[in-house]
DNA sequence: GGGTGCGTACTGTTCGCATT
DNA sequence: AATGCGAACAGTACGCACCC
């Protein structure tokens, strides 16, 4: 009787208009064929009409349209199951990736404090040591001995052990000198870094200790043995002197190791210079 | 009332197979 | 090899029901 019902409306549906609906009995029945063979042949879809009574008022181009969209839907409805478990895939990876991110961004940001305070404390640390430094350099004719007093006197009676004595001179000043401005303590009123030759500028027309002692290691050994022996320019600008050590010679000669303040500088502070 | 999902039907293209 | 035919498939149009 629903058959009927069913049947008759979807003449009214048909005649109405080209669209209708099948009944869920129609489509229960279809599915279960469907079930066994999603693809029946020419002849399989007529035997189907022939032995279902609820379809047999659906034309055989309908039933084939019908399993033509049902395995379009199957595919596409496996297609979107697919696609969804790619996509709860996904989401979790995502998800722990985002956690690992965001544990990593922390501890970039703890090792980039660590970085810095480490950074502080070496550069403090570098502070400390270039101030000693450049005070060994600067004070260590008040406050030390030269290194080649402390050694066995050399032989400064003769040419070749002034200029041994010169030369020892010499490369502590290159092991303090060598570098640029960076290795020097800037103080006001000096040059730092190397300066012109120039015998002058040891003792005259100079305006600091950086810039007389780069002058003096730009010398040659020979010169600066000439620039000891001409000791009255020492003294021309001097206005304060100090003799911080005798070394006796085998000849009866001195080389004395002299600290002076020169009165053309103003600030005492950077006027300090031995030889 | 408009947006959306689903089902049905249609159209165009491709492929396999039989025939000529 | 060329041709015709049917089936399968992908894409699309349309109608209906449902929801906000």
């Not at 320019?233 to 010679?249: E, N």
Request: net charge positive; proline share 5%; hydrophobic share 35%.
């Amino acid at each position: 009787m629903a058959a009927a019902l069913n049947s008759k409306h979807q003449q009214q549906q048909m005649d109405n208009n080209k669209y209708v609906r099948y009944t869920p009995e129609q489509v229960e029945a279809l599915e279960r064929v469907y079930n066994e063979c999603p693809k029946p042949s020419s002849l399989r879809r007529q035997q189907l009409i022939r032995e279902c009574p609820i379809l047999c008022n659906i034309e055989p181009k309908q039933i084939k349209v019908w399993f033509q969209n049902r395995r379009c839907r199957e595919k596409q409805r496996k297609e979107s199951f697919r696609l969804q478990t790619v996509n709860r895939k996904l989401s979790a990876m995502n998800k722990l990736l985002m956690e690992e991110n965001d544990r990593l961004q922390k501890q970039v940001s703890h090792l980039v404090y660590e970085n810095g305070y480490m950074r502080q404390q070496l550069q403090s640390s570098s502070a400390t040591t270039t101030d000693n430094s450049c005070e060994s350099v600067v004070m260590s004719g008040q406050q030390q001995q030269n290194p080649a007093a402390q050694q066995p006197p050399k032989d400064a009676s003769s040419p070749a052990g002034l200029l041994a004595i010169a030369e020892e001179t010499l490369a502590q000043f290159l092991s303090k000198a060598t570098g640029t401005a960076v290795d020097w303590v800037q103080m006001i009123g000096m040059k730092p870094g190397p300066d012109s030759i120039g015998i002058v500028a040891v003792s005259r027309n100079c305006s600091g200790v950086a810039a007389r002692v780069c002058g003096l290691v730009s010398l040659e050994p020979t010169k600066v043995a000439e620039i000891l022996k001409d000791r009255p320019s020492w003294f021309r600008d001097c206005r304060c002197l100090d003799v911080v050590s005798v070394i006796p010679t085998g000849n009866g000669g001195t080389i004395e190791l002299v600290y002076m303040q020169v009165v053309s500088l103003t600030v005492e502070a950077v006027s300090d210079f031995f030889c």
